[in-house]
């Protein structure tokens, strides 16, 4: 590995929500070989205020480091911003002795979208955030833009909707935990990926890929648990299990075994036929189809996923907790 001094601004895709204990803080952290510290911006009105680094320039004082959005928090994780700017310094990489002209800067360079997509992945399966840089939604949408009236007269668009999203940010050891997987080169698990591509699906209104997601992840976490309680069960279902068994049959399986699920055999069995439809057969599901399939997904991963969350509701909504 070669340090080199290099010392580089970055301006996230998207603003990521995080919690005002993780400013004025430096993270470890790291992307495709390269090893590098995370320089978190000061807490300041309004905007930020760059890390106290030396290597800044002056330039960096006249930028939005953080910015407060319009957002629901709930009251237990204030106070909060998004976080717009981090500094990334100390940085060490191998050198390339068949690519010499690939520094380490330029291979920073390379990989810091690569970097944010996998820091994008961690925070999007804690705390649910939207943070697709693609595929923005968007929290202010005018109604009929582009549409020009000729009879009756209006002007312009009929109007403005607007959305105040509900945020979880980011904790202090959250931010420390992540950084550094994605440093390591780890990733969410599956399950829970695939919870993250199912909400934004349905979100964005492509509902036969939130079935298929939201369904597959079901799978994913039941299929694991059955397999774990495999002794417990009655020798007849234990030998359904060695021939390599359909998520429909899994089902059967616990059912038959007298399995207590946190979603109902009903909701299960619903799911995979909506996952059915729209995978084997063509069939477009409804909205509402979409809604309650991955409602299934969030209630069955909260007990049986590899992260669980709190069972009861918070009255601020910070029940979205992984312990």
Sequence with gaps: MTEVNVTAIYELPVPIWVAAATLSRTYESGVGGLEFDVA???????????PAISDLSEEAEGLTWTQEYGAF?????????????????????????????????????????????SVRSWVEVLTGQDLNPKHRVFDAEAVGSGLTFIEPPHQNALGLRITTPHIRPVQEREWEAL????????????????????????????????????????????????????????????????????????????????LTLQVTYERLRSS????????????????????????????????????????TSEPDGSEFTVY
């Design 40 to 50: 978190m911006p000061k807490d300041h009105e309004p905007d930020g205020a760059p």
């Design 73 to 117: 928090i709930p009251e237990s994780l204030k106070p909060a911003t998004a976080l717009v700017r981090i500094a990334l310094l100390n940085v060490k990489g191998p050198n390339d002795d068949d690519l010499p002209w690939r520094t380490v800067d330029q291979q920073l360079a390379e990989g810091v979208d690569w970097w944010f997509g």
């Design 179 to 258: 950084l550094k997987a994605v440093g390591e080169g780890k990733e969410p698990p599956l399950e829970e990926l695939l919870s993250r591509d199912a909400r934004a699906a349905q979100r964005r209104g492509a509902n036969r890929r939130a079935i298929i997601d939201a369904t597959t992840a079901v799978e994913i976490a039941l299929t694991r648990h059955v397999g774990s309680l495999r002794s417990t069960l009655p020798p007849k279902q234990q030998k359904r299990l060695d021939r390599k068994p359909s998520f429909g049959t899994f089902i059967s399986i616990a059912e038959d075994s007298g």
């Design 272 to 311: 995979n036929e909506l996952r059915n439809n729209a995978a084997h057969r063509g069939l477009a599901p409804s909205d509402l189809e979409a809604v309650r399939a991955v409602q299934v997904m969030i209630d069955f991963l909260a007990e049986h996923g590899v992260y669980r969350r709190m069972a």
